[in-house]
């Protein structure tokens, strides 16, 4: 018995040490091979759901993974049920595998062919990198090349989708090219064919990514107090963000017991792993159970937002909604119906009911943040999403609107640090991924965001997002194609979404395809309720990101500038703190003569109202001389057009022109951008000897100028701005230079005498506080210290002879320093807009004049002038917006101004006031035929820099003109703009200005 229980032991000890050691051997081996490959390229596991098997060695010895482990070439991998997994290979190719996926990875290795073999199951493959790949499967071969594809294999047939780019699908019987939008199939021993009236996408429904609506608290309230002991365990997976625990759980129960609640709470887990077929079931046999199941119609309608169903899904909402009104997921569930549709006000309304019915559910806080970041109050935002993330830091959505939270105030670090958080929490999520891609694209890491966007494309293919983000990545990395082809599937996967149309447009126009982005930016705003003023559906961007490119720069590219200013004239009268259309306006006046106040005005509004961007404003653009041969292009280009993405960088810009007469002009700016701050350093020069005698100028312009983000809601900015200036006569006064006495009357400008130069130095101060996304308040301080002299000569003949001739020369020197500071008032509403504001103006003027009189007989007298006086302006204006239809705007306001012009020790004071009404109207008689209507009056005014905030078009109609100080005028007006079928435009316009000029004796 003894010597039994002896062998016994030694059997014993013998098996288990075997075991062990080929178990350690085997394990050892392993990570001797995970040793060797370190040195070559890894495959990295991008995200894993559920249970993914490698079998290193190929002996079939399986063994578990997570995210942190590295896949060798050779590995064998394969998906467990209710899993998926993504794969970043060495020659950035993304491979997204469904459950029951077999694959084996041949070579993978950088830089060479990538072969794959794919045993059985479903990938859906993307690259945008050219590559050589070959997929083999035991049906057919797959041979792509930078593009996105599905494939699927089983026992008896291989199906492929191709999505961009081409595939060459092929086995011994035959091969096939499939282009984009195309599909095939290849049974076992026959030749792939085509398949027709095939939806692509419809064949990666399980890669979709489908939003979580059911907070587990819900389903604790809905069941019974006696809870299985699975349920409750399944429900504290859930709570920690293990979708695929949670789901284990409940399978472990008797499923004919399962009740309706409990189906709906399975079809969600099912949902958020994107096994769509399993839910839909679940959903089905609640609704038999339940026929008013609330949550089951929230979950069809969720169901139904990710596949583009927009009708569907509202429907459904709306009856989740009505089944039972005291739901907060059926609430959700309403607003991402609202949203699809663009209803944001709408989608807020519901998720701010939803959480007076659950004031603990962390869904619904985290959604309430998305919206509010949609709506752009980004302070309420963050609150929320704080809040979301106290009631569950678990959820990978809490953390993910936290991230976008911190992102949207400029706070990059931390928006990282919370992305990678939402990551680990949910691998399968697109947004934290889009998130992070952004936030590393806005710290200037532009490859590195790239690839997080086309992760999160590959977690989603269906989202018209993501495609259109990834889309802007390729346009910064100047990949201009592939950017191309990314909207056209952000287009394909929605079509009413006006983003992808919108940066299309602009991406076209910098290739100088004007037309084709005419039609693109024309279909944005069709889809964008017929408004000239482009959103993001989270607005993310908000429109800075677009800066300087719109409809009316597009048809000013195309030679259309009467109608660009019309459209410039329609997106103000819906938003006047658009800062890119007065951008626009300001470089459409530069080119117009005699606009020189309305486009100083314009740039500085511009100015005062956009965001820290990378984009300077060229010295030259500053100041305005209509004397001056630009060096930047007549038109705005590449230089105008700010980056789509913005990104902490540096960049220069230069540009010249070269000329006759000893002509020469050049500009360069050096800008940078940096997290919250931007500044820009540039210089003008340009100089001439003219065509003739005495026509010689010569300009200097320096600028610097700084802006910084002090909050989201707070932005201020500082310009320091001298300028140079000496020419001679430059005017084209024919009849004076005539040496015919007769002529003149016996009058000659000795224009060779004429010289005039002038020194001034512009400090500016401005703000803009964003007091909510509907109000803002922005102000201006300027001081100038401008000094200027003229000499001039005039030659008088008293008799018929020389003798009596007597030759005058006027010798003056003027300095002049300014202050003026400046207010506005703007409110946005969807029918209303009002913009109201005033200012204050005084220089203090010193005018010192010589007049020489050389008589021909010898004689010499000099006259000496002094005068000291000041000038002094208050202001206030308020211009109105009503849009009373989508097709019909009118325009009431009203300035006042009052003056006191000048007191002084030379000229009698003169003190006025004086109103000044406004009057427009913008109407779309028809669909392509728009009526132009306008009547004002106004007074110039002393200006420094000739700059000011205050509205300087109505309905189009300038009425902002370097007339004299203190002109009065009255301008009326009328337009008629059309276009058929958007390929033929015209118009006509007509005005009558009247001037009453004040001129002191």
């Known amino acids: 018995m003894i010597s039994y229980r002896k062998l016994c032991s030694k059997s014993l000890l013998y098996f288990l040490f075997l075991h062990l050691f080929v178990f350690f051997s085997h394990k050892c081996f392993a990570e001797t091979q995970l040793g060797i490959c370190k040195s070559q390229s890894l495959a990295q596991l991008v995200s894993v759901q559920g249970e993914l098997w490698i079998d290193v060695l190929g002996s079939g010895q399986w063994q578990l993974v997570d995210q942190t482990q590295s896949l060798c070439e050779g590995t064998r991998i394969k998906v467990g049920a209710n ?117 692509p996408l419809d064949a990666v429904q399980w890669a979709l990514h489908y939003p979580a609506i059911i907070d587990p ?22 709570r920690q963000g293990n979708t695929f625990e949670a789901l284990a759980a409940l399978e472990t129960l008797d499923q004919t017991t399962l009740g309706a609640q409990l189906l709906t709470y399975r079809a969600g887990l099912y949902l958020t792993l994107g096994r769509v ?24 309608a969720i169901i139904a937002v990710v596949q583009n169903d927009k009708v569907a899904a509202l429907q459904l909402a709306e009856q989740a909604v009505n089944t039972d009104r005291s739901s907060p997921t059926a609430r959700l569930a309403l607003s991402y119906a609202y949203q699809a549709h663009f209803q944001i006000e709408e989608a807020l309304a519901s998720v701010e009911e939803a959480l007076r019915l659950d004031g603990k559910n962390a869904l619904v806080w985290a959604r309430l943040s998305e919206l509010q970041m949609s709506t752009g109050y980004l302070d309420r935002a963050l609150e929320s999403a704080q809040q979301a993330v106290s009631l569950n830091p678990n959820l990978g959505k809490t953390q993910t609107v936290l991230g976008f939270a911190h992102l949207l105030q400029i706070d990059t670090r931390k928006a990282k640090e919370t992305f990678a958080k939402a990551i680990q929490l949910d691998q399968a999520d697109p947004m934290p991924r889009l998130g992070l891609g952004l936030a590393l694209i806005r710290e200037g890491q532009l490859e590195a965001g790239r690839i997080e966007l086309e992760t999160a494309a590959s977690l989603d293919p269906a989202n018209s997002l993501v495609r259109s983000y990834l889309g802007k990545a390729y346009f910064e990395e100047k990949r201009y194609g592939l950017a191309e082809t990314q909207f056209d599937l952000a287009k394909e996967r929605d079509p009413n979404d006006p983003t992808p149309w919108f940066y299309d447009a602009i991406q076209k126009q910098t290739q100088n395809r004007p037309v084709e982005a005419l039609r693109d930016i024309q279909k944005s705003i069709e889809l964008n309720n017929n408004r000239a003023v482009y959103r993001s559906k989270l607005l993310l961007d908000k429109d800075e990101a677009a800066r300087g490119s719109s409809l009316a720069r597009i048809y000013d590219n195309l030679g259309f500038e009467k109608r660009a200013i019309m459209e410039t004239a329609k997106s103000l009268s819906h938003d006047p703190a658009n800062h890119s259309a007065h951008r626009f306006l300001a470089d459409i006046y530069a080119n117009l003569p005699r606009h020189a106040p309305a486009q100083a005005s314009e740039l500085l509004q511009a100015q005062l109202l956009q965001q820290v961007n990378v984009n300077p404003v060229q010295a030259g653009l500053a100041t305005i001389d209509t004397a001056i041969i630009g060096t930047h292009p007549p038109s705005p280009g590449l230089n105008e057009f700010t980056t789509i993405a913005e990104r902490n960088k540096p960049q220069i810009l230069a540009s010249g022109v070269v000329g006759s007469n000893s002509t020469l002009g050049n500009e360069t700016v050096v800008s940078a951008v940096y997290d919250r701050a931007s500044f820009s350093l540039g210089q003008f020069h340009y100089d001439t000897k003219g065509f003739r005698q005495n026509n010689d100028q010569t300009h200097n312009v320096y600028n610097a100028f700084m802006q910084y983000a002090v909050t989201p809601k707070l932005n201020v900015q500082a310009e320091l701005r001298t300028r140079g200036m000496e020419h001679g006569n430059l005017l084209f006064d024919f009849d004076k230079d005539s040496p ?141 917006n009503y849009n009373l239809r989508s097709n019909l705007n009118i325009t009431v306001g009203s300035s006042y101004d009052s003056h006191q012009n000048p007191v002084g020790s030379q000229a009698r004071p003169i003190d006025y006031g004086r109103f000044n009404p406004k009057l427009g109207l913008q109407w779309n008689i028809v669909s392509n035929v728009r009526f132009r209507l306008a009547w004002f009056e106004t007074t110039k005014s002393a200006l420094v820099a000739n700059q000011t905030i205050e509205p300087t078009q109505i309905a189009g109609f300038n009425q902002m003109y370097d007339d004299i100080n203190g002109t009065k005028s009255r301008r009326m007006g009328l337009g008629i703009d059309t276009h058929y079928a958007n390929i033929v435009f015209g118009g006509i316009e007509i005005s009558q200005r009247d001037l009453d000029v004040l001129v002191q004796i």
């Open 83 to 199: 899993s998926r997994a993504s794969l970043l290979l060495p020659n950035n190719i993304l491979l997204r595998l469904d459950e029951g996926t077999v694959l084996t990875l041949k070579g993978i290795a950088a830089n060479e062919p990538t072969l794959l073999d794919l045993l059985k199951g479903f990938i859906h493959f993307l690259s945008r990198a050219p590559t050589r790949l070959e997929i083999t499967t035991p049906i057919a071969n797959a041979g792509p090349e930078g593009t996105e594809f599905a494939l699927k294999v089983d026992d008896q047939a291989a199906s492929l989708w191709v999505y961009e780019g081409s595939v060459k699908f092929s086995n011994p019987q035959g091969s096939l090219q499939l282009n984009p939008g195309e599909a095939a199939q290849a049974l076992l021993g026959q030749a792939p064919h085509t398949q027709l009236d095939v939806k």
């Open 740 to 880: 015919d006495p007769r002529v003149a009357r016996n009058q000659l400008n000795l224009n060779n005498q004429y010289r005039r130069d002038m020194d001034e130095d512009v400090a500016r101060m401005g703000a803009r506080y964003a007091i909510s996304p509907k109000q803002d308040l922005i102000a201006s301080a300027a001081f100038s210290d401008k000094k200027e002299g003229v000499r001039e000569g005039e030659a008088i003949n008293i008799g018929d002879g020389d003798i009596g001739n007597r030759v005058i020369t006027f010798n003056s020197r003027e300095r002049n320093r300014m202050h003026q500071v400046e207010s506005q008032y703007q409110y946005r509403d969807q029918r209303f807009n009002l913009v109201a504001g005033g200012g204050f103006y005084q220089t203090d003027a010193n005018v010192n004049t010589i007049i020489r009189q050389d008589v021909t007989d010898g004689s010499l007298e000099i006259f000496r002038f002094y005068d000291d006086n000041q000038r002094e302006k208050i202001n206030g204006y308020l211009y109105t």
């Open 217 to 238: 608290r819900v389903i604790e309230q809905q069941l019974p107090q006696g809870l299985q002991a699975n349920v409750r365990e399944s429900l504290e997976h859930y």
């Open 277 to 300: 077929l399993e839910a839909r079931h679940d959903i089905a046999q609640a609704l038999q159970l339940q026929p008013n199941d609330s949550e089951a119609y929230a979950l069809q």
